[in-house]
Nanobody
């Protein structure tokens, strides 16, 4: 099996920064794409940022220029650096990884349990 564990959430004032981490463990052959999503109370989960295995990154317009996704391949870890945080960034942040457990077999999506980010005004 594959488990993802996020950390790094918390309470921060507007304008502040947080760095989220997501570590994958278990039966991992290789990791293809990685992504971060978030969900505010009463809303649907929304995509925030993604990074493909080749290194290209994409961001939602709402976070572009403020957030940065990166990855440490040796540690099976993906990060989300969040700067200039706004109250509307508040929500539970989830990481997702496309994991190929066996070489040559399909990759499947795995999700973490989420970490709460609260930005006060």
């Amino acid at each position: 099996q594959v488990q993802l564990a996020e950390s790094g959430g918390g309470l921060v004032q507007a304008g502040g920064s947080l760095r989220l981490s997501c570590v994958a463990s278990g039966s991992i052959g290789s990791i293809a794409g990685t992504a971060w999503y978030r969900q505010a109370p009463g809303t649907q989960r929304e995509w925030v940022a993604s990074r493909v295995s080749g290194g290209a990154t994409n961001y939602a317009d709402s976070v572009k220029g403020r957030f940065a996704i990166s990855r440490d391949n040796t540690q099976n870890t993906v990060y989300l650096q969040m700067n200039s945080l706004k109250p509307e960034d508040t929500g539970v942040y989830y990481c997702k990884m496309q994991v190929r457990r066996v070489p040559g077999r399909p990759a499947y999506d795995y999700w973490g349990q989420g970490t709460q980010v609260t930005v006060s005004s």
